[in-house]
């Protein structure tokens, strides 16, 4: 009697691609803890330091950059020291796997750690004749760990995602922050997280090598997806604060699902390949074992019952994306799903300009128009035409995670829409227009959606209805000063139409002052806040305490206007 | 009952859970009388301690109808029965908490088939079940720092292909703490190694230093004076195994019994990083270098380096230890070319600039009884000696193509897989020489090949007898004539509870069936081994779709 081996094809084992580059805590004796440069007479030393408890950190890497990059470990005090430097201005670094640097920090969970990401921003350090000692922060990471069992026994290769709530420009996103697997003891450990609060999910099947029985006949027991501590969903589901250097246990006990096999046929694959994907409520992808014949594009799968939305996304080749999503419901065996690759939706953009008789800065010949960008960077463009509107989707769905789409478009006088935005893939999407000193967006449609408030939602196999945008030439202008004890570097100031916090602006502060172009006329409530780092607000509630605080300015079309703000410490309200 | 042993896809596959699947062999059976029903009894037990296992899920299926399963858990006493069995063969598998899926009498997949009907024994069982092994262990470095994102690999010495042979059976990252852990381990022999790099190192940067030319005019070359420069902290870490030697040969083995759970720390220690360097011809602008390293004479483990450009018509290899490598140089400019040598790496040192050749092209096709080959089917070509394969799906029209950037000079034993029921009949080939199911490949040439796979296939049904009474959880093996040259001619089986056994998918052909009742040790598809037993085997020739009974004597 013998059995076969299972030969794997298609989605030969997803080896977890992982670089080999960073590594772990605790101490040995004392490395070289001094450079030598010889470019000069100078010295740099100093310690590195635990953030949260001050204590010395041996080991760690401090790095300066003169002409090019030297590195240093710290020694058993967590002392270091570079000789022979230049007098000047220098960048210095620090790091140690697990341990995040201020800069990590501020860069936000997006960055990974490790990188050669420096401390002090700006100028850098100055080495000269009386250069102090520095002393370099750590912020130690957080880990959350655990054990996933069934009935006591424990279960492998479940697989583990961290969620988290990201902000950006003011909006909440649900964000996947890690994941990882158990291994042969039931146990889990996502490590690397920054201080924040957390979500955990676990469920499915990290192995996509699990056999695939014949029939359904057989029972196949599998693990749905379930969120700490319980919960279905991840509204339902229990926050995990984790602090820095925080090691947070949490627990599951899952009970068995019966699994149901799932097959069908990817049509109009370009010989390129494709991903097939169940994407649950979570959001994101959930890893079942999964054959798949990239020639015919023939797929099995064995899924725990319940809802899913079937994605396959493939590539023309041109490069260009195919994708193709069917919802179903699984509660019995599935065969014969067909799923046909279709283009990536593009959607007609109309843009027209209602112009009135007074408007203003015509005259000018060069405008800019500015914004702020997902890592909380200023930038500004330059429309020489100002004829031209910029349109940004970032995505909501989940499974579209950093896939932001930039246009302009250029006013379209003969009211046929002639540009469009291509590519775009099925999802959720928030709509954003960046000021401009020339016009302000009155309206923005997309059929019966109004873009100005609500998501824009694109569905697959779908013709959209055209993205209609009518811009008004007399926008207001506001100007002010901000009346601060101490100006600090991260302030803002809020711009919160009335009624509408959803469309609230940003204005950066220069010296004290701020200017907003291209508002359109309305109320508004003006608020100067030290940091809008993290703060969602665009929530009509998270913003309320501070509108005590805020100047309210009623703006008529090619208004000048100016105020004066008092600065206000978020979350001191 | 047949069975070729099926080369894996990937490296890795033996250590993933195989399934249980049992392809339904075609045996004769009298009449059933409907009225007779019988039964399966037993308990489980663990194989190393005796005691009963609780909570065990023991599974049979009739071999007819291997879809059909019945299940039953044990309670305390291990125990287990299975009523109202119509006569037949059962196979009879479990599995329980801290016991991977097995078969009774399980033999690496093998295992024996319980016969139920008048007369035969079914009762009474003792199901052995063999606990899992594990290995695990923590990582550190020089300082005694746990090393995270360190790739460990496991090793294992075993038969099971034929030979005597050390394969890799698992591989794993170590976690933020240091940590691994290999769980479901059958017992036997182990090696671990761990590649890792230092998360501190300094590579080295190209310095340039400005130069006056001849017209006068400042030009910045890159700077020989690396030795002044090069940071404390330009360091590696061999490939290190336990218990710390960082040669494969004096790594020390780790035997592992049914249910242990041995520890296998490994510490690693930074030796100063050598650079090497490749001059390249200047025309061709994309250049890489892969160092890999043989380990334990056999496994290629790719070693983690950093490469540059310095802008001198030279190619920089960083962050390696000192060691013998397999460095491999792919160009690709207009002509693609690949060459691999070994070299002993020492610090700053050159290689010479020799031509590579072109990578090895093989077009080729299959067919199955004359017509194209379906298109789920892979063609593999493997090499017993180094391990090395390679593989590729087959197309439209039965057509494949394999261009081997590295290839290995040597001879490769030629498998389709994932065509049910179809094996290899014959390999034809120009521009390589071939032998049986075998093909001699050189570097740099461009072969035509051709694969015919017939699903005409015999079958041999037999009986394993010790002193003319049937034998159970006997191996037997279906020995091809020029067994060298016909790997994948093989067949093994494992007799049942009756003795019987079925041989599938044989190519027609002449063959000597042989019984060994303590076989299970043995380097199967060696000629120099099986020799002993050839002479009390059953000789036979196989015709197309023919069937065959035979007696075969238990030695």
Not at chain 1, 45 to 55: K, L
Not at chain 2, 44 to 66: D, F, S, Y
């Amino acid at each position: 009697m013998y059995r076969k081996s299972f030969l794997p094809f298609g989605f030969c084992a997803q080896i977890c691609a992982v670089c080999v580059l960073f590594v772990a805590v605790s101490r040995g004796k004392a490395m070289a803890q001094t450079a030598q440069i010889s470019q000069g007479d100078y010295k740099l030393f100093g310690t590195v330091v635990n953030a949260i408890t001050g204590e010395p950190i041996r080991r760690a890497l401090v790095q300066i950059v003169v002409t090019q990059t030297f590195g240093v470990l710290s020694d058993s005090e967590g002392k270091f020291e570079f000789e022979g430097l230049p007098e000047g201005r220098l960048h210095v670094g620090v790091r140690k796997p697990g341990f995040f640097n201020e800069s990590d920090i501020k860069a936000g969970p997006v960055i990974a750690s490790g990188g050669l990401s420096f401390g002090p921003e700006g100028d850098g350090t100055k080495v000269g004749p009386d250069t102090p000692p520095l002393t370099l922060k750590l912020i130690p990471e957080g880990v959350i760990f655990g054990r996933i069992d069934t009935n006591g026994e424990p279960l492998e290769y479940i697989s583990v995602k961290i969620f988290a709530i990201g902000i950006h420009e003011g909006g909440k996103y649900w964000e996947q922050r890690g994941e990882t697997a158990t291994d042969a003891d039931g146990a889990f450990r996502a490590s690397n997280l920054q201080p924040g609060t957390y979500y955990v999910m676990v469920g499915g099947m990290w192995n996509s090598v699990a056999r695939i029985r014949p029939s359904a006949k057989e029972k196949e027991q599998g693990y749905g997806e379930v969120f700490y501590n319980n919960a279905e969903d991840m509204n339902g589901a229990t926050p995990i604060e984790v602090s820095p250097g925080q090691q947070a246990e949490t627990n599951f006990s899952l009970k068995p699902t019966s699994m149901f096999r799932v097959s069908g046929t990817i049509n109009g694959l370009q010989g390129q390949g494709a991903d097939l994907s169940f994407i649950g409520s979570s959001g994101v992808p959930a890893r079942f074992p999964t054959h798949f014949n990239p020639i015919n594009g023939q797929f099995e799968t064995m899924v725990p019952g319940g809802a899913y939305t079937l994605e396959a996304r493939g590539f023309n080749k041109d490069g260009s994306v195919l994708s193709a999503n069917l919802p179903i419901r699984v509660n019995s065996d599935l065969s014969g799903i067909q799923l046909t690759l279709a283009p990536a939706i593009s959607i007609p953009v109309d843009v027209r300009r209602e112009d009135v008789a007074q408007a203003r800065g015509t005259d000018l010949t060069i405008n800019y128009y500015s914004g702020v960008d997902a890592a909380g960077h200023p930038y500004r463009g330059n429309f020489a035409d100002a004829s031209v509107v910029g349109l940004h989707l970032r995505p909501r769905t989940m499974s579209l995670q950093n896939q932001e789409i930039t246009s302009s478009f250029r006013v379209n006088p003969g009211g046929q829409p002639q540009s469009q935005i291509a590519n775009i893939e099925p999802g959720r999407y928030v709509v954003t227009f960046p000021l401009n000193s020339r016009w302000y967006v009155q309206s923005a449609q997309c059929g019966s959606v109004d873009l100005l408030h609500e998501d824009l939602t694109i569905a697959t196999e779908s013709q959209s209805p055209p993205i209609e945008i009518v811009l008004r030439n007399d926008p207001a202008t506001l100007t002010g000063s901000i009346s601060s004890e101490s100006p600090e570097a991260d302030a803002k100031v809020l711009v919160v139409p009335d009624g509408a916090a959803t469309r609230t602006q940003v204005a950066y502060i220069h010296d004290g002052h701020f200017e907003m172009d291209g508002l359109a006329p309305g109320d508004y409530s003006v608020i100067a806040l030290n940091t809008v780092q993290g703060l969602e607000y665009t929530n009509p509630e998270v913003i309320a305490p501070y509108l005590a605080h805020a100047q309210h300015v009623s703006l008529q079309g090619s208004q000048k206007s100016d105020v004066n703000v008092e600065l206000v410490q978020v979350g001191k309200q | 009952m047949t069975m070729t042993i099926l080369r894996m896809l990937c490296a890795l596959a033996l250590a993933l859970p195989l399934s249980a699947q049992v392809n339904s062999p075609a045996i004769n059976s009298s009449p059933v009388n409907s009225a007779l029903t019988f039964r399966i009894s037993g308990a489980v037990v663990n194989a190393i301690t005796g005691q009963a296992v609780n909570q065990a899920e023991i599974e049979i299926a009739n071999v007819l109808m291997p879809e059909a399963v019945q299940t039953m858990t044990t309670g305390s006493d291990g125990r287990f029965h299975f009523d109202n069995l119509v006569r037949g063969k059962y196979q009879l598998t479990g599995h329980g908490r801290g016991f991977s899926p097995q078969g009774f009498d399980d033999h690496f997949g093998y295992f024996t088939a319980i016969v139920v009907g008048p007369g035969m024994e079914s009762e009474n069982l003792i199901f052995k079940f063999r606990p899992d092994a594990s290995i695990y262990g923590v990582v550190t470095d020089e300082a005694g720092e746990t090393v995270r994102n360190a790739q460990v690999m496991l090793f294992r010495q075993g038969i099971e292909t034929g030979q005597e042979e050390i394969l890799q059976v698992k591989q794993e990252m170590t976690n933020d703490q240091g940590r691994f852990l290999m769980g479901h381990l059958l017992p036997g022999t182990y090696f671990v190694a761990v590649s890792a790099q230092p998360w501190y190192v300094q590579v080295p940067q190209p310095h340039y230093r400005s130069v006056t030319t001849s017209d006068g005019k400042t030009q910045m070359v890159p700077s020989d004076d690396d030795e002044q420069n090069r940071s404390p902290l330009d360091v590696a870490y061999p490939i290190t195994y336990y218990s710390g030697a960082i040669d494969s040969s004096e790594a020390t083995p780790i035997t592992l019994k049914a249910g242990d759970r041995a520890e296998a720390d490994v510490g690693l220690s930074a030796v100063p990083a050598v650079h090497l360097r490749i001059p390249t011809n200047s025309d061709q602008e994309h250049i890489g270098a892969n160092l890999s390293q043989n380990v334990f004479g056999r496994y290629s483990i790719p070693v983690p380096g950093y490469t540059f450009q310095p802008g001198n018509g030279e190619l920089e290899v960083n962050g390696v230890a000192p060691g013998n490598y397999s460095v491999t140089m792919n160009s690709y400019g207009k002509q693609q070319t690949s060459r691999t040598e070994d070299v002993q790496l020492t610090d700053n040192m050159k290689m010479d600039a020799s031509q590579g050749t072109p990578p090895t092209t093989i077009d080729g096709i299959v067919s199955l009884d004359g017509q194209p080959a379906p298109t789920d089917g892979f063609v593999q070509l493997y090499s017993r000696a180094t391990h090395g394969n390679l593989s590729t799906q087959i197309s439209g029209k039965g057509e494949f193509k394999i261009a081997a950037d590295d290839l290995k000079a040597g001879t490769y034993d030629v498998y389709v897989f994932n065509i049910p029921h179809s094996v290899v009949t014959g390999v034809m080939a120009e521009g390589a020489d071939v032998a049986g199911k075998t093909i001699t490949l050189k570097k740099g040439t461009s072969v035509q090949m051709a694969i015919t796979m017939s699903a005409s296939l015999g079958q041999v049904d037999g009986v394993a007898q010790l002193k003319d009474k049937p034998k159970a959880g006997a191996m037997i093996v279906l020995v091809p004539n020029d067994p060298d040259v016909n790997a994948s001619l093989f067949r093994r089986d494992q007799s049942d509870s009756d003795g019987t056994f079925t041989l599938h998918d044989v190519v027609p052909g002449k063959y000597t069936v042989i019984a060994i009742a303590d076989g299970w040790d043995l380097e199967w598809d060696k000629p120099s081994v099986l020799k002993p037993y050839m002479n009390l085997g059953q000789k036979l020739e196989v015709n197309p779709k023919g069937k065959y009974q035979v007696k075969v004597p238990v030695q």
